[in-house]
């Protein structure tokens, strides 16, 4: 069974940063590509940016590109995200989600197992 579990959130100021982190448990994690996705209240999940396997190539949605970077860490089965010039459309929970998709695609239907959450509220 893999467990994705998100921290890092919280609550800043435009302009600001934050980094998230996405922790998996099992021994596969190196296996696949990662992503992380926001869900803002009345809105649809969408695609941030996602990481393959190796690290070796990363996608970006274009709104955050030049803001917020994804990476990974095989050897401590984790993933961030980090994210800067935080603005307040960019308020959302946010997930992280793994695919076995290779480029991993940006719909959530594409994705099998996925974190809690984690809140992130910028203040205008």
């Known amino acids: 069974q893999v467990q994705l579990v998100e921290s890092g959130g919280g609550l800043v100021q435009a302009g600001g940063s934050l980094k998230l982190s996405c922790a998996a448990s099992?021994?596969?994690?190196?296996?696949?590509?990662m992503g992380w996705f926001r869900q803002a209240p009345g809105k649809e999940r969408e695609f941030v940016a996602a990481?393959?396997?190796?690290?070796?190539?990363?996608y970006y949605t274009d709104f955050v590109k030049g803001r917020f970077t994804i990476s990974r860490d095989n050897a401590k089965n984790t993933v961030t995200l980090q994210m800067n010039s935080l603005k307040p459309e960019d308020t959302a929970v946010y997930y992280c989600?793994?695919?076995?998709?290779?480029?991993?695609?940006?719909?959530?239907?594409?994705?099998?197992?996925w974190g809690q959450g984690t809140q992130v509220t910028v203040s205008s």
């Open positions: 989600a793994r695919t076995r998709t290779v480029p991993p695609l940006r719909s959530p239907n594409a994705y099998d197992y």
């Open positions: 099992g021994r596969t994690f190196s296996d696949y590509s």
């Open positions: 990481i393959t396997w190796s690290g070796g190539s990363t």
